[in-house]
């Protein structure tokens, strides 16, 4: 990257805490957000549990007006646009609105939606459908909401790459303040939960406790237990700037994006390719784009979603990539605290990352009880650990073909 690119607001409603403060607490105390589901009647399924976010209420946080109408995920993505903003200082004018973006990654935040009013539409015929909800079923609908509560007219991006999307978004933001199209940009990503999409992962049977003879329902990423995801919902927006712009208006600079390494293996739709080529030249590339060694990255925010392909294939392309370095590496995955986001989840990483150098601490990986001996680095389990660090890696990836790592700098090191 030729222009230096930061992150200066950071804004989180995650299942397990509201608000940057609450969420870094509550991964540094390693307490989940992973409970029984409540939105929806779970009775019929052997699988009860999802990082869902209880009491959520957007009027707490954006006020009465306008709400009315709009869906779980544009609520979510709004509340955490608006702390994001808030915690950056940043206000949105006349002046500078067109040099201020928003991307958004999301893949299934439009189907609750779109299965309601096809429903509707169905029951009572089309011509007795409410035309107000229509908006919602359009997929980039969420990011357009944040555009219009907020006045920013530069730019308005959906990203819906699956597992990656967020990662995806993060990279599109960026090339946008390289090319001097922007001077800040609001980017992360949302998934809800929902009856549709848990439904939907259950019958493939990539929820833990879902298969033919179900396993224990948990998230237990590298442990030897491991039998699927457990879902979970949220948002994460970031506000990055170039440097100079940061620093000109006197902002809190968190962290510095040092690279982002993407691959796409093209492999086969929903199944992992067992080399992993894909995860390891995104982790090779970001190193390289970095300028740095193996040697220098103090920790790994690993994708590692419960399951037990993935997190076999991270570990190996891990240690490939980082060679003997890899034994020293702390690796874990907030995954065990807040389920598997998917399109948010390289946003919920990269949030959890700037935690992380803020606070001085490694999130633990929870549930780590057996070890998995074709597992076998430092996985920081069951309890969060003190450390200084300078740069982290963020890796992302999933089984149609997309990976992606992003490395984080402390700001002026």
Do not use: H
């Amino acid at each position: 990257m030729n222009k230096r690119i930061v992150i200066t607001g950071v804004g989180v409603v995650a299942s397990n805490g509201i608000g940057k403060e609450a969420f870094w607490g509550a991964l540094e105390k390693g307490e989940t957000g992973i409970k029984e589901v409540s939105l929806f009647d779970t009775s019929k399924m052997t699988t009860k549990l999802a990082g869902e976010i209880k009491g959520f209420d957007a009027k707490v946080y954006l006020g009465e007006k306008g709400l009315r109408l709009l869906d779980r995920s544009t609520k979510l993505v709004n509340v955490a646009s608006k702390l994001a903003l808030d915690d950056a200082g940043f206000v949105v004018t006349e002046e500078n609105t067109d040099e201020v973006g928003v991307v958004l990654g999301t893949t299934l935040g439009s189907v609750w939606s779109i299965s309601e009013f096809d429903k509707q539409a169905l029951i009572e015929g089309p011509r007795y459908v409410n035309p107000a909800l229509f908006p919602n079923t359009v997929i980039n609908s969420p990011a357009s909401q944040v555009s219009i509560r907020f006045g920013i007219k530069g730019f308005n991006t959906t990203i819906a790459t699956g597992f990656t999307s967020s990662f995806d978004a993060l990279k599109y933001a960026c090339d946008f303040i390289q090319w001097d199209r922007a001077k800040a940009v609001l980017a992360g990503g949302v998934e809800e939960l929902c009856i549709q999409t848990y439904l939907g992962f259950y019958k493939l049977k990539f929820l833990a406790g879902s298969k033919d003879e179900p396993g224990v329902e948990l998230s237990c990423p590298f442990d030897k237990r491991r039998n699927g995801i457990v879902f979970g919902e949220g948002s994460v927006m970031v506000l990055i700037e170039d440097l100079e712009s940061a620093k000109a208006r006197g902002a809190r600079i968190y962290a510095e994006i040092r690279s982002i390494g993407y691959a796409f293996d093209p492999f086969r739709v929903n199944k992992y390719n067992r080399r992993g080529p894909g995860i390891r030249k995104a982790l090779a590339e970001a190193l390289a784009e970095a300028e740095l060694m193996p040697k220098d990255i103090n920790y790994i925010s690993a994708n590692a979603n419960s399951t037990k392909e993935a997190d076999l294939i991270e570990t190996e392309a891990i240690k490939d990539v980082f060679g003997d370095a890899s034994a020293k590496i702390p690796v874990s995955s907030i995954k065990s605290q807040v389920g598997e986001t998917f399109s948010a989840s390289g946003a919920m990483q990269m949030a959890a990352g700037v935690g992380s150098l803020e606070r001085k601490f490694i999130p633990a990986t929870l549930n780590y009880m057996e070890k998995d001996e074709n597992c076998n680095l430092d996985y920081v389990p069951n309890k969060s650990r003190k450390a200084e660090l300078k740069n982290i890696l963020l890796s992302c990836f999933g089984p149609s073909g997309v990976s992606n790592c992003v490395i984080l700098s402390k700001y002026g090191i």
